[in-house]
């Protein structure tokens, strides 16, 4: 729907921002039919349209495919988490030292649940996807939740909730963060993994978008936004440029469903320096405007 441009057309609305509500942004680049925008208040980056949460919980639950499928897409993903894993986990646990129960969002098939419980941890998991959330139950022993974690009532609180490379995916970022909050015990550790973006991010500085099943991006100041409207305050920040996950011997380990790719990743894995040139190449021609940020967030003291 249009509103009156005052010359006798119409222009179209914009968008709300997802996270602020409010309709100041200018769009970035075009993308497999979708635009990106930028939202001037919170910095958000977001697609355009939008997809509806039903729309994107129904592409999620759907059983798609026969079961031969489904086992081959499930051990290459639990593949490249133990690939992300063996590079990121020690860098989440140090801040669960302390912890006795957590709660990860998005746990695919498990991996993580399997080291959490390991170090001693009452780990529980939530991954709307039946098929992974079945194999992160078999492997972890550990409740799985099929229900989106904003519709979660255990009536329990967890010292630690995890929303590691899920947050561009689950379309109600102000009902998630509200979620998260309920969830969270009083001196409990939000930790998040995720995109962070300049505002001039262009097209060409990502080598593959996946829209819309990304549907928004963190800001440089995004989550400062997060904190001063839902109550919490950064305990730690570290931003890792976009080229070392990007170009990560995590990455190329871990096997995907294209076989030629799979090939190449093997290749360049054999050559020397193969990667530190790839990082460097990027640095060079695009570095600087994206960033791999771990935040570690916990609730204000009322």
């Known amino acids: 729907m249009g509103i009156p441009s005052g010359r006798g057309g119409l222009v179209l609305a914009r968008p709300k921002c997802p996270l602020c509500g409010t309709q100041d942004s200018e769009k970035r680049f075009v993308e497999n039919g979708y635009g990106v925008l930028r939202c001037n208040r919170c910095e958000l980056l977001f697609i355009d349209p939008y997809p509806s949460e039903t729309e994107v919980r ?40 302390g912890a006795k129960s957590l709660l990860e969002v998005g746990c695919g098939t498990g991996r993580l649940l399997e080291l959490m419980r390991d170090a001693g941890l009452r780990a529980e998991g939530v991954e709307l996807d039946p098929w992974r959330a079945e194999a992160a139950r078999s492997r972890s022993g550990c409740t799985v939740h099929v229900a989106p974690v904003e519709e979660l009532h255990t009536g329990r609180k967890f010292d630690v909730i995890t929303l590691i490379n899920v947050l561009s995916h689950i379309p109600s970022l102000t009902d998630l963060i509200d979620a998260v909050k309920r969830l ?31 549907m928004h991006f963190l ?79 916990t609730k204000e003291e009322a």
């Not at 997060?226 to 871990?254: D, M, N, V």
């Open 184 to 214: 969270l015990s009083d001196r409990g550790k939000l930790i998040v993994i995720a995109g962070e973006m300049r505002g001039d991010v262009e097209r060409g500085d990502a080598l593959h978008w996946a829209l819309p099943i990304h």
């Open 58 to 97: 129904d592409s999620v639950t759907s059983e798609k495919g026969i079961a031969e499928d489904q086992t081959a897409a499930l051990q290459a993903r639990y593949a490249a988490e133990v690939a992300f894993f063996n590079e990121n986990f020690e860098a989440i646990f140090i801040h669960c030292v």
């Open 219 to 297: 800001g440089f100041s995004t989550i400062e936004h997060i904190c001063s409207q839902f109550g919490f305050r950064i305990l730690h920040r570290e931003r890792t440029p976009y080229s070392k996950s990007l170009f990560s011997e995590a990455r190329f380990k871990a096997p995907g469903r294209s076989r030629v790719r799979n090939l190449i990743k093997g290749l360049v894995l054999r050559l020397p320096f193969a990667l530190r040139l790839l990082r460097w190449n990027y640095d060079r021609k695009r570095g600087g405007r994206v960033y791999t940020s771990l935040v570690v967030l």
